[in-house]
T-cell receptor, first 112, second 114 residues
């Protein structure tokens, strides 16, 4: 069975702090894909990143970075120098075959 | 503009009154899917479609029907809605016939069943 666990339900930080959102996944498939999506207060789902199971390179995009570790089945997301506009719900998702399984999301609140 | 559209965006209905939420994409995508989002539960897949006339159940298909008669459209049908189907619904599409590609999401439909 495929499963994604985002243990942090809510996180609150002050602007300019760094914050890491945790994602742990379970799958027996050897080929799979991991995603992060952002859902701002306006409600739409915004794609952030896709990573396949054979590519363990970490990725950095501006203030965002992702750490993929197969050994611990984790795909963590770090926001450096957080900003108020980063306030949103963030979802980690696991894609295998035709299915996309989402975690329950982490609600991030960044206060000035 | 490449997009996934859903209609209506908001709907309040009564128990048992059949309804359809439409979903359309203009990107010629093979794969389409429906999700529901509930507080504390994240997004859960209802149905997906790999191509025209090919659909399959996701994790929470009970109480829903879908059809894929044309590549661009993937309506979600609630034959007899119940209050536990009150939720935020998202339609999504993807260029590949699998769940391993970025999915493009519609804006969501907020359904309330009283």
């Amino acid at each position: 069975a495929q499963k994604v666990t985002q243990a942090q339900t809510e996180i609150s930080v002050v602007e300019k702090e760094d914050v890491t959102l945790d994602c742990v996944y379970e799958t027996r498939d050897t080929t799979y894909y991991l995603f992060w999506y952002k859902q701002p207060p306006s409600g739409e789902l915004v794609f952030l990143i896709r990573r396949n199971s054979f590519d363990e390179q970490n990725e950095i995009s501006g203030r965002y970075s992702w750490n993929f570790q197969k050994s611990t089945s984790s795909f963590n997301f770090t926001i450096t120098a957080s900003q108020v506009v980063d306030s949103a719900v963030y979802f980690c998702a696991l894609g295998t075959g035709y299915a996309l399984n989402f975690g329950k999301g982490t609600s991030l609140l960044v206060t000035p | 503009e490449a997009q996934v559209t859903q209609n209506p965006r908001y709907l309040i209905t009564v128990t048992g009154k059949k309804l359809t939420v439409t979903c359309s994409q203009n990107m010629n995508h093979e794969y389409m899917s429906w999700y529901r989002q509930d507080p504390g539960l994240g997004l859960r897949q209802i149905y997906y479609s790999m191509n025209v006339e090919v659909t399959d159940k996701g994790d929470v298909p009970e109480g829903y029907k879908v059809s894929r008669k044309e590549k661009r459209n993937f309506p979600l049908i609630l034959e007899s809605p119940s209050p536990n189907q009150t939720s935020l619904y998202f339609c999504a599409s993807s260029p590949l016939v699998s769940g391993d590609h970025e999915q493009y999401f519609g804006p969501g439909t907020r359904l309330t069943v009283t």
